[in-house]
């Protein structure tokens, strides 16, 4: 019969789990969390089982590791026109211009118009070439797609990688090519014109 005056302790095979129970806490301060679909999933740092996982706080969710924010690739720095605001330089049919409102500009005898300027995302234009022929349309984007009007038909080269810088047309042959080449610091279009 037990004595009423013992101490009440757990029979001698529960010991093991206590005592596992009781390191668990004390590594407690070694494991970090991963909220994971809604809830907290608890890691050890050292890759243990549950007993070095961290204590759940006071709200039932295992405290949180703070993060650091992803290093981001700066974008490239806005461009320039070589030719600035100076229209007359595109009468020989080649040039790079800063645009911010509509203008019509004088090109290898013929007209660049730009009708309307959206800062930041599009250029409205018209062309019409010396030689007849001409039409119209809206460039968009900075990645350097091309528009190229000959005499007789237009043709459109769209951009390779939208990360890069766009590199300038190439001349071709009895055309007008066009190009949005980007936005600069003061939100102008950066048009680059090059006749063939």
């Given at each position: 019969?037990n004595?009423?005056?013992?101490?009440?302790?757990p029979?001698?095979?529960?010991?093991?789990?206590?005592?596992?129970?009781?390191?668990?806490?004390?590594l407690?301060?070694?494991g970090?969390?991963t909220?994971?679909?809604?809830?907290s999933t608890a890691?050890?740092?050292?890759?243990g089982?549950?007993a070095?996982?961290p204590a759940?706080?006071a709200?039932?969710k295992a405290?949180?590791?703070?993060?650091?924010?992803?290093a981001?690739?700066?974008?490239?720095?806005?461009?320039?026109?070589?030719?600035?605001?100076?229209?007359?330089?595109?009468?020989?049919?080649?040039c790079?211009v800063?645009v911010?409102?509509?203008v019509d500009?004088?090109?290898?005898g013929?007209?660049?118009?730009v009708?309307?300027v959206?800062p930041?995302?599009?250029?409205?234009?018209?062309?019409?070439?010396?030689?007849?022929?001409?039409?119209?349309?809206?460039m968009?984007?900075?990645?350097?797609?091309?528009v190229?009007?000959y005499?007789?038909?237009?043709s459109?080269?769209?951009c390779?990688?939208?990360?890069?810088t766009?590199?300038?047309?190439?001349?071709?042959?009895?055309?007008?090519?066009?190009?949005?080449a980007?936005?600069?610091?003061?939100?102008a279009?950066v048009?680059?014109?090059?006749?063939?």
């Amino acid at each position: 019969m037990n004595d009423p005056a013992a101490p009440l302790l757990p029979p001698r095979r529960h010991w093991p789990t206590a005592v596992v129970l009781v390191a668990g806490l004390l590594l407690a301060g070694c494991g970090s969390a991963t909220p994971e679909r809604g809830g907290s999933t608890a890691t050890s740092a050292h890759g243990g089982s549950a007993a070095s996982r961290p204590a759940a706080t006071a709200t039932g969710k295992a405290p949180a590791t703070p993060t650091t924010p992803a290093a981001s690739t700066p974008p490239p720095p806005a461009p320039t026109a070589s030719d600035g605001r100076r229209y007359a330089a595109c009468a020989d049919g080649t040039c790079e211009v800063a645009v911010a409102r509509p203008v019509d500009i004088a090109v290898n005898g013929g007209t660049f118009s730009v009708t309307k300027v959206k800062p930041g995302d599009s250029v409205d234009f018209e062309v019409t070439l010396a030689g007849g022929g001409g039409g119209s349309g809206t460039m968009k984007g900075t990645c350097g797609t091309i528009v190229r009007f000959y005499p007789g038909s237009t043709s459109l080269i769209t951009c390779g990688d939208a990360d890069s810088t766009p590199a300038p047309p190439s001349p071709a042959p009895g055309a007008l090519s066009l190009q949005l080449a980007g936005w600069d610091s003061d939100d102008a279009s950066v048009l680059r014109l090059v006749s063939g």
